[in-house]
C-alpha cells in the first residue's frame, strides 16, 4: 500500500540578475532543480534516491517535509494532497513527516539543550505535558544511545561530538513517531567508524515503527545496503527506478551504469562507463535527454527526444536501455 506518492513534482527557482542584466534581459531565467519526477514509496518501505551533487535530491526531500514550496505539482500522502493543505491541516499532517538533514553540526540550535531540541517538538504538536515530554526525551535518548540521558539532555551542542550530534538529530525526528521520514545523507559527514552504527540505528527505527523512508545519498553501496528500491537522478530527473537487485545487478540507464563503474566493489570490465564532461546548466539543460552531452551512446534521437520514464517494476528513462549483467 502507498504511503506517499509524488506526481509530476517540479521545483524552478528564479535566478537573481544584476541590475545591467536586468536592464539588457527581460525574459525571466530559473534553475530547473526538479522537473516533473514521479515516483511512489510504499508503507515500510526504503526508497534511496541517488545521484551527483547538484542534482535536486535534497530539493525533492525538502518539498516532501514542507521546507520547500513546489513549484507545480502533487505530493500525495496518506491519500491527502500535501500541496492543497494550508495552515492548521498542513502543520498537523507535517508531524507525521520528518527529516534527517546532513549536516550534524549546522541542524542543531548552538543555544539550545539538548533535551530543548527533543521536548519541543512535542509540546508544539499538543502530544504532552512539559514533564511527560522531558520523560519521553530521556527515554529517546537511551533509545539512540546517549547515556546517561540526565546529562546529555542539559548538554549544548558544541559538548557533542559529530557522531552524538547526529544521535540527537534522529532522535528529535523519531520522537514523534513519525511515519514517513526523509533522511539527507544522514551518514555523509559522520566518521567511517561510525557510519554503520548510525545506518543500523535507523534501521532499527524502520522496523520498531514500521517506517517509510526516502534515503538520498550519492554512495551506491550504502544505497544498496538501506534500500528496498533505488531511484537514480541526474540534473532533475529520475533516469532509471527499481530493486535493489535490479538497478545494481542489472542497470539499463548509462548513467547508472557509470555511477556503478566508479564504485570499487561494483568495477567489472564490461560495465566500465567513465562519466566524461560536466553536469549541464540547469538553467538551461540540453534538449532531449539531459544525459546525452555525456553519453557514450547517444544517438540523433537522444539529442532531438526527452525520453519518458517507462517500464513495469524496473522504469528507464533512455531510448536505447543497455543490457549488462552484473553477478
Known amino acids: ?27 525571466l531565467e530559473f534553475i530547473r532543480a526538479v522537473d516533473r519526477i514521479n515516483f511512489s514509496v510504499e508503507e515500510g518501505e526504503i526508497l534511496s534516491l541517488v ?12 518539498m516532501l517535509v514542507g521546507l520547500e514550496e ?4 502533487k505530493i500525495i500522502f496518506k491519500n491527502k494532497d500535501l500541496t492543497s493543505l494550508r495552515g492548521e491541516e498542513r502543520r498537523a499532517m507535517h508531524r507525521y513527516l520528518q527529516i534527517i538533514f546532513q549536516d550534524p553540526y549546522a541542524s542543531l540550535n548552538p543555544k539550545m539543550k539538548i533535551g530543548d531540541h527533543l521536548m519541543d517538538p ?4 499538543g502530544i504532552a505535558s512539559n514533564n511527560e515530554a522531558k520523560k ?22 558544541y559538548q557533542l561530538s559529530g557522531g552524538q550530534r547526529q544521535r540527537v538529530a534522529i532522535a528529535r525526528a523519531m520522537v514523534l513517531k513519525p511515519e514517513f521520514v526523509v533522511a539527507d545523507e544522514p551518514v ?10 548510525i545506518l543500523n540505528l535507523l534501521l532499527s527505527f524502520k522496523e520498531e515503527y514500521r517506517l517509510s523512508m526516502l534515503f538520498i545519498t550519492h ?8 534500500g528496498d528500491r533505488i531511484a537514480v537522478m541526474y540534473l532533475g530527473k529520475i533516469v532509471e527506478i527499481g530493486g535493489v537487485d535490479e538497478v545494481i545487478h542489472e542497470p539499463k540507464h548509462p ?3 557509470a555511477l556503478l563503474s566508479a564504485v570499487p566493489s561494483f568495477e567489472k570490465r564490461d560495465l566500465r562507463i567513465d562519466i566524461k564532461g560536466d553536469v549541464a546548466n540547469p538553467r538551461s539543460p540540453p534538449p532531449g535527454c539531459r544525459y546525452h552531452p555525456r553519453c557514450p551512446f547517444a544517438r540523433r534521437e537522444c539529442r532531438e527526444i526527452e525520453p519518458d520514464l517507462v517500464g513495469d517494476t524496473h522504469k528507464v528513462a533512455c531510448h536505447y536501455p543497455l543490457e549488462i549483467r552484473v553477478d
Do not use: W
Request: hydrophobic content about 45%.
Open 136 to 157: 519521553m526525551a530521556i527515554e529517546m535518548l537511551e533509545r539512540v544511545g546517549l547515556v546517561p540521558a540526565e546529562q546529555f539532555f542539559n548538554r549544548l551542542p
Open 122 to 125: 512535542l509540546l508544539i504538536h
Open 188 to 197: 555523509s559527514m559522520i566518521d567511517v567508524s561510525l557510519r554503520a552504527a
Open 51 to 62: 545521484g551527483e551533487s547538484g542534482c535536486g535530491k535534497t530539493t525533492v526531500g525538502r
Open 70 to 73: 513546489p513549484t507545480d505539482g
Open 219 to 226: 554512495d551506491l553501496s550504502v544505497a544498496r545496503l538501506v
Open 1 to 27: 500500500m502507498e504511503i506517499l506518492k509524488v506526481e509530476n513534482l517540479k521545483k524552478y527557482f528564479p535566478v537573481q540578475k544584476s541590475f545591467i542584466e536586468v536592464l539588457f534581459s527581460k525574459e
Open 255 to 257: 548513467y547508472t551504469a
